[in-house]
């Protein structure tokens, strides 16, 4: 089975942890995506797996072999860092057989792996063409075609869209996650952009300064963020952050301050981690909210700084004066400059986080 396992894998660079005591274990054809920040040992943790950087501490798992000591090509991974290098001058048959002339397969079985790859990329029709000639997403699965073709044990992809524009990037995204899907492989994907990682990945981890910080479904990242880093680097726009203070859970309700304002979050668990005037950081998605008509006990009041269209919705920036809020809002909504309004914000969709930055359930 084209399994990966990564046991207290860390790195060192000198005096810098870049990467710190992960754990992780990727079944066979699922996709996690490794999502961070820029220096965050995304890269290093894909250099580990793949042999071309050799861990300080702890184990790598292929297929539940320790693979530790083994060179790159013993392991047989395919490692793409971007999705385009096409030899210009051998046509897309060619070009696809070309990382199998290491293996000293007969011309017979070449073709036949190129026939297959192919037609799962639904290539069939340009095999006989230059690069030159074909549509840029046509480029584009010919790359994975070279990725692929080789049956590795597993695969791994560093940022392998990011040379893309916008338009082709989201047509890969889907293209790329149907043909892993039916490869049963274990599949790492780094990326620094969440829209790519919440797109394909089935579980997401997301690192920070060289540890993961959370790992889950794309769902459970965005939902259930388990700390502030995570809560604000997943979702966009940026979930608000507020600090605050508990005023205690009266009437089915948790009483947070914020400022000057007090507002309510109807719940009727009683929160044992939450003490009276304990620190508290509130987290608001700019779409969990709705505007009241008038202000009530479960509304924060902010005025408007600045209206920012975004097409079928608005991006609006308040202000209470101490604190930003930001909200968003259809397109019909009409709202002025320097007008008050009274937000209210989703309870179920309200997150709450300790002072340690934890995630208060
Ligand atoms: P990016 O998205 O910018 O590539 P990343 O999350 O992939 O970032 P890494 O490339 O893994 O991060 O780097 C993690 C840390 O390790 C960084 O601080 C980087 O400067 C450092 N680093 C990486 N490779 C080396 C090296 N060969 N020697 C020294 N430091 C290194």
């Given at each position: ?346 309870a179920s969709q309200t997150h709450l986080f300790d ?7």
């Open positions: 089975m084209s399994t990966i396992k990564l046991q207290n894998l860390t790195k060192r660079f000198g005096d810098l942890v870049a990467v710190n005591n992960v754990d992780l274990n990727i079944d066979a054809g699922e996709v996690l995506c490794l999502l961070g920040p820029s220096g965050c040992g995304k890269t290093t943790t894909l250099r580990m797996v793949a042999g071309l950087e050799m861990a300080t501490e702890g184990d790598v798992f292929l297929a539940d072999k320790r693979v530790n000591d083994l060179t790159p090509s013993q392991r047989n991974v395919a490692m793409a860092f971007q999705f385009y290098a096409l030899y210009p001058s051998l046509n897309v048959a060619e070009n696809l057989a070309y990382p199998l002339h290491a293996d000293r397969l007969s011309q017979a079985d070449i073709d036949g792996k190129v026939r297959e790859v192919a037609r799962v990329l639904d290539l069939t029709d340009v095999l006989n063409r230059l690069p030159g000639r074909l549509a840029e997403g046509e480029k584009q699965r010919v790359s994975v075609g070279r990725a692929i073709i080789r049956d590795p044990n597993c695969f791994l992809f560093d940022e392998p869209l990011s040379r893309l524009d916008v338009q082709l990037r989201e047509q890969m995204r889907g293209q790329i996650k149907e043909v892993l899907s039916g490869l049963n492989k274990a599949t790492v994907i780094v990326t620094h952009d969440q829209l790519e990682a919440l797109t394909m990945a089935d579980r997401i981890a997301v690192m920070r300064d060289g540890y993961i910080e959370q790992v889950g479904t794309p769902h459970e990242v965005f939902a259930t963020p388990s700390n502030l880093f995570v809560a604000g680097f997943i979702g966009t726009p940026q979930m608000n952050l507020m600090a605050g203070t508990f005023a205690g859970q009266r009437s089915g309700s948790l009483r947070l301050k914020t400022g000057e304002q007090e507002i309510a979050i109807p719940s009727s668990v009683p929160h044992a981690g939450l003490t009276e005037g304990g620190r508290v950081t509130i987290g608001i998605r700019p779409r969990s909210t709705e505007l009241a008509s008038e202000a009530g006990d479960d509304t924060l009041t902010a005025t408007v700084d600045l209206i920012e269209p975004m097409g079928a919705e608005t991006l609006l920036h308040l202000s209470d004066g101490d604190r930003d809020l930001r909200v968003v809002v259809d397109q019909d909504v009409m709202v002025r400059v320097g007008e008050q309004l009274h937000v209210r914000p989703r002072q340690n930055d934890a995630r208060i359930a």
